[in-house]
């Protein structure tokens, strides 16, 4: 690694960054205000590539998203609970997903039961601890998921073994199974223990992680109409 002295040390001296950022070490180091004009470019690439990303993925997968939130509402219909779980930043987003779920701040929609297996911080240590890392989701839906239940589980790669060894003690427990991945889908598309697998097919993880927001806003919002769909048919009102 290359040491460099003065106030771009931190920056042209970290190979790391600079592979990251390489347009940042093309610009000499009194030319603040370029490197502004190429950062305030930099946040249009950014966000144009996160419009498209998910404007792909909805063109592409809409139908699929309509499938899985009709497949989860069947499950709160008939008082079924939903699971969530993810590591790092994906746990972040399987925490969300419970709590849009449990917590809805739309006038007049309903909470739903639902639980992020991540919350529990003894308890995945425990398990961590005492038989491993890739158990920490699978004891907790032993102990707590029945038949009828459904399981989110959110990951960039498609690939955390911990997530996948949950989605096969699912479906042996009969559980709805939704798998939201990224890049090829990883295990995730491939494995077959997921009933519904959300797939974003773009290489970077925060354009995964933006459209994977959007995804399941939309998918919060469509199991509730759907849900007020099914309410009226069982009362005779959808004849």
Sequence with gaps: MTETVGDNAGIAGDDTLAALYPWQHDLP????????RQLSAAIQ?????????????????GDAVLAA?????????????????????????????AVEFSHPVTTG????????????????TAVANDVGSEHIFVRQLIAQARAGDALIGVSTSGNS???????????EQGLLTIGLAGGDGG??????????????????????????????????????????????????GGR
Aim: proline share 2%; charged share 15%; with cysteine.
């Design 161 to 171: 073994a911990n997530l996948m060894a949950a989605f096969a003690r699912a479906r």
């Design 29 to 36: 180091p009194a030319d603040a205000a370029g490197l502004r």
């Design 69 to 97: 939130a009709d497949a989860l509402a069947r499950v709160f219909a008939g008082g079924g609970r939903l699971f969530t779980m993810g590591n790092g930043g994906s746990a972040c987003d399987a925490a969300h997903i």
């Design 187 to 236: 295990a995730m598309a491939q494995d077959g223990a997921l009933d519904h697998c959300l797939t974003v097919a773009a290489d970077s993880v925060h354009r995964v992680q933006e459209t994977h927001v959007a995804i399941y806003h939309i998918l919060w919002d469509l199991v509730h109409s759907l849900l007020a769909s099914l309410g009226e048919q069982s009362n005779g």
């Design 45 to 61: 690439r950014k966000a144009a590539d996160s419009l498209l990303a998910k404007q792909h993925f909805f063109h592409a997968h």
């Design 109 to 124: 929609r309903p909470a739903l039961p639902a639980l992020h297996l991540g919350a529990d911080s003894c308890m995945l």
